[in-house]
């Protein structure tokens, strides 16, 4: 069993940036890829970026790509998304979910072994 807990979220302004964090507690998470989405309201859960367990690989969603960096700290059992010049579109609650199996194939089946509750993220121009 792991549990995730995202951390970091809050109001900024237009162009700000924030640090999100998810947190594993009950494994380690050097074995999982992770994966973080977003959901505003009214739309459907959106792709972000994504981690393979050892940090070598990291995959970004088109939306995000040069303003957003994923990383992680297998020794904190953490993982961290790092947003710039973030804009109103990104406001939206922001999930990390884990995944023993790759990246593509976790995209293709969009089944993951386990998710976290969330941190809302609030984007005003």
């Known amino acids: 069993q792991v549990i995730l807990r995202e951390s970091g979220g809050g109001l900024v302004q237009t162009g700000d940036s924030l640090k999100l964090s998810c947190a594993a507690s009950?494994?380690?998470?050097?074995?999982?890829?992770i994966h973080w989405f977003r959901q505003a309201p009214g739309k459907e859960r959106e792709f972000v970026a994504a981690?393979?367990?050892?940090?070598?690989?990291?995959y970004y969603a088109d939306s995000v790509k040069g303003r957003f960096t994923i990383s992680r700290d297998n020794a904190k059992n953490t993982v961290y998304l790092q947003m710039d010049s973030l804009k109103s579109e990104d406001t939206a609650l922001y999930s990390c979910?884990?995944?023993?199996?790759?990246?593509?194939?976790?995209?293709?089946?969009?089944?993951?072994?386990?998710w976290g509750q969330g941190t809302q993220v609030a984007v005003s121009s």
């Open positions: 979910a884990a995944s023993e199996s790759s990246y593509y194939y976790a995209r293709g089946s969009g089944v993951y072994d386990y």
């Open positions: 981690i393979s367990g050892d940090g070598d690989s990291v």
């Open positions: 009950g494994r380690t998470l050097s074995t999982y890829t």
